[in-house]
């Protein structure tokens, strides 16, 4: 089946329009929350005066190592958040709280599977990013495939998803950088602007969140948006192999 990005697109938007109640629910805790506190973490980090590019980056780094176990419980917050997500919408007939129960004691295998993902990825990219590109189409609908088809594992999550994407790895990877790509672009756009808001605010960690708020919210739609995208393109794709 070749995959209909613009379908899909329409998809996704008809996803929210019926299931928005229950996406606002699950992310506003596991992708707002985090997202601000990820943002207040990085907005905690100053740049040397007169520090050259190279240092600039290397006290970067040293202040990410230092805060690295508050990255970590953050980024699996959104983790946790996007496998309850295509939990509840791919594998129907379930509560909100038996999503959450059994998302909790298959985070760790869905958080590997999108860490070796993001590290092939990134293996690609650096060889003449193309590669990186097409690997993502191929391996994007993975985790997908593990949220709707757990009784698989996490191999057969890993066969499924790349026996869906097969024939569709560019136009997979077209529609879930697009996409990627907007949502960034505004977040970036709102944290720049919210940027003199925040030094506005000196110490006041209860004013920085407050202008931060928005620039997270952003972010949450951002997410929302990118994980609806891969759910309908998972169904259809995966409807497509099954015969539907």
């Given at each position: 089946m070749r995959l209909s990005l613009g379908s899909t697109l329409a998809d996704a938007a008809a996803l929210w329009r019926s299931e928005r109640d229950l996406v606002v629910r699950v992310a506003g805790v596991f992708y707002l929350l985090p997202i601000l506190a990820l943002i207040m973490l990085g907005s905690g980090f100053e740049v040397p005066k007169q520090a050259t590019p190279e240092q600039a980056l290397e006290?970067?780094?040293?202040?990410?190592?230092?805060?690295?176990?508050?990255?970590?419980?953050?980024s699996a917050a959104l983790e946790f958040g996007t496998l309850a997500l295509l939990k509840l919408l791919l594998r129907r007939g379930h509560t909100i709280g038996e999503t959450l129960q059994a998302s909790a004691?298959?985070?760790?295998?869905?958080?590997?599977?999108?860490?070796?993902?993001?590290?092939?990825?990134?293996?690609?990219?650096?060889?003449?990013?193309?590669?990186g590109i097409y690997v993502f189409g191929r391996t994007w609908m993975m985790g997908a495939a593990y949220a709707a088809e757990p009784e698989r594992g996490l191999l057969g999550a890993v066969e499924r998803g790349f026996r869906v994407s097969a024939g569709n790895g560019w136009r997979i990877a077209l529609l879930g950088i697009g996409v990627l790509m907007i949502a960034v672009a505004v977040v970036l756009t709102l944290l720049l602007v919210g940027q003199p808001l925040?030094?506005?605010?000196?110490?006041?960690?209860?004013?920085?969140?407050?202008?931060?708020?928005?620039v997270a919210a952003a972010g949450t739609a951002a997410y929302i948006a990118v994980?609806?995208?891969?759910?309908a393109a998972y169904r259809r794709l995966a409807g497509s192999s099954n015969g539907m």
């Amino acid at each position: 089946m070749r995959l209909s990005l613009g379908s899909t697109l329409a998809d996704a938007a008809a996803l929210w329009r019926s299931e928005r109640d229950l996406v606002v629910r699950v992310a506003g805790v596991f992708y707002l929350l985090p997202i601000l506190a990820l943002i207040m973490l990085g907005s905690g980090f100053e740049v040397p005066k007169q520090a050259t590019p190279e240092q600039a980056l290397e006290a970067f780094s040293a202040y990410y190592r230092a805060n690295l176990v508050w990255v970590f419980v953050f980024s699996a917050a959104l983790e946790f958040g996007t496998l309850a997500l295509l939990k509840l919408l791919l594998r129907r007939g379930h509560t909100i709280g038996e999503t959450l129960q059994a998302s909790a004691l298959r985070l760790l295998p869905f958080f590997l599977l999108g860490y070796a993902n993001g590290a092939v990825i990134q293996l690609g990219i650096t060889l003449f990013v193309v590669p990186g590109i097409y690997v993502f189409g191929r391996t994007w609908m993975m985790g997908a495939a593990y949220a709707a088809e757990p009784e698989r594992g996490l191999l057969g999550a890993v066969e499924r998803g790349f026996r869906v994407s097969a024939g569709n790895g560019w136009r997979i990877a077209l529609l879930g950088i697009g996409v990627l790509m907007i949502a960034v672009a505004v977040v970036l756009t709102l944290l720049l602007v919210g940027q003199p808001l925040v030094a506005l605010a000196g110490e006041a960690q209860w004013a920085q969140a407050l202008f931060l708020v928005p620039v997270a919210a952003a972010g949450t739609a951002a997410y929302i948006a990118v994980t609806l995208v891969r759910i309908a393109a998972y169904r259809r794709l995966a409807g497509s192999s099954n015969g539907m």
